[in-house]
């Protein structure tokens, strides 16, 4: 079974990398310009699907971390530290890129606009549930911490996705096929699916890695207390035959 996870996750990231390439071959080649952006538009098939996957997989980490208050699983708990990993990843490039963006056609690289702001704040709030699971030794505690601050950092997805809408905001709307034309929803719909597969079979072979270490943890056996420090103090001062 551990065999088969690997070599399923390995297959999905690399068949997720080539429609990337794919994807990004159409996106920079093959599709039209942007109508108002031009060429810097194509960053496009980047972003887009990088927002998509960054949502999704804190929401299979979300799913992951009730399974595992509820369960107390192992499994559960090391899935939910591989989508929040690989969720984290996918934000931190999605800042990157929505910088790289801003750039040329904003004139900054960033502005405290309210969807920049609040995908920040995701940022953040994942990596302390990250930085808090190293900090935590106790297993049990570590794994109900983790799902407890998984959780809560949640919280912040929908309002990462509604913050166009629900204000005045200088990004774009939600992409979907009323605000793309159909020459370029190729390339991104391509581009999502390969985004999508590269971040299952990471997730999967993150949950592998982390699933053996957690069952490797308990399975080692609990070593005795220390033996307390010998007490010399008075041995100076005793006479000598």
Do not use: C
Request: aromatic share 10%; glycine share 8%.
């Amino acid at each position: 079974m551990t065999s088969r996870s690997y070599v399923a996750g390995a297959a999905l990231s690399a068949i997720g990398f080539a429609l990337l390439v794919v994807a990004h071959y159409l996106g920079l080649f093959v599709a039209p310009r942007e109508a108002m952006m031009g060429d810097v538009g194509r960053i496009l098939y980047v972003h887009v699907p990088t927002a998509w996957g960054a949502l999704l997989f804190y929401l299979g980490a979300f799913v992951a971390a009730i399974g595992s208050l509820w369960s107390g699983r192992r499994g559960w708990d090391a899935a939910t530290t591989a989508m929040v990993e690989v969720g984290t990843v996918m934000t931190f490039l999605l800042l990157v890129q929505g910088s790289l963006w801003a750039r040329p056609t904003w004139g900054t690289y960033w502005t405290w606009d309210p969807r920049l702001t609040t995908s920040a704040v995701l940022a953040a709030a994942f990596g302390v549930v990250l930085l808090l699971r190293r900090l935590i030794d106790q297993p049990a505690r570590r794994a109900t911490a983790t799902a407890v601050a998984t959780i809560v950092a949640f919280v912040d997805v929908p309002i990462v996705y509604f913050s166009v809408k629900w204000w005045n905001s200088l990004h774009q709307p939600v992409s979907s096929r009323q605000t793309i034309d159909s020459p370029m929803m190729q390339p991104l719909l391509i581009a999502a699916v390969a985004v999508l597969l590269l971040g299952i079979g990471l997730s999967v072979l993150r949950w592998r890695v982390e699933l053996a270490r957690l069952l490797a943890e308990e399975a080692a056996p609990d070593l005795p207390d220390a033996p307390a420090p010998l007490d010399l103090s008075g041995a100076s001062g005793a006479p000598r035959g």
